[in-house]
């Protein structure tokens, strides 16, 4: 499964961002493998939720993991048909384990 989240750094042991739209960082993960980071190009200026969903469509990411998303970004991916998942307070890498461990 691939899967998206939305990090306050460049790497797994960075804390999950609290915002999806205007974070920092997107990792991605390839199942528990770490296979690209993304700096996110919309942090500033309107719009950022819609076209970090489109960036990570375009991406093929199946799941998305963020502190909370937006409305914009939340409807996107559901006509998508990718999966959000809201998680906090966690650093990257026990976020990826949490949600593999439901599966």
Avoid at 18 to 24: H, I, L, M, Q, W
Avoid at 26 to 42: A, S
Avoid at 43 to 65: C, D, P
């Amino acid at each position: 499964m691939k899967i998206a989240v939305a990090s306050e750094g460049k790497d797994e042991s960075s804390q999950v961002s609290e915002v999806s739209g205007r974070a920092p960082y997107y990792l991605i993960f390839e199942g528990r493998k770490p296979v690209k980071t993304i700096k996110n190009p919309f942090t500033v200026g309107g719009g950022a939720g819609f076209s970090v969903a489109q960036m990570l469509i375009n991406e093929g990411v199946e799941l998305v993991i963020s502190g909370n998303f937006g409305k914009n970004m939340q409807n996107m991916f559901d006509s998508k048909k990718v999966t959000s998942k809201v998680i906090s307070g966690k650093i990257v890498k026990e976020a990826v384990e949490e949600v593999l461990k439901e599966e």
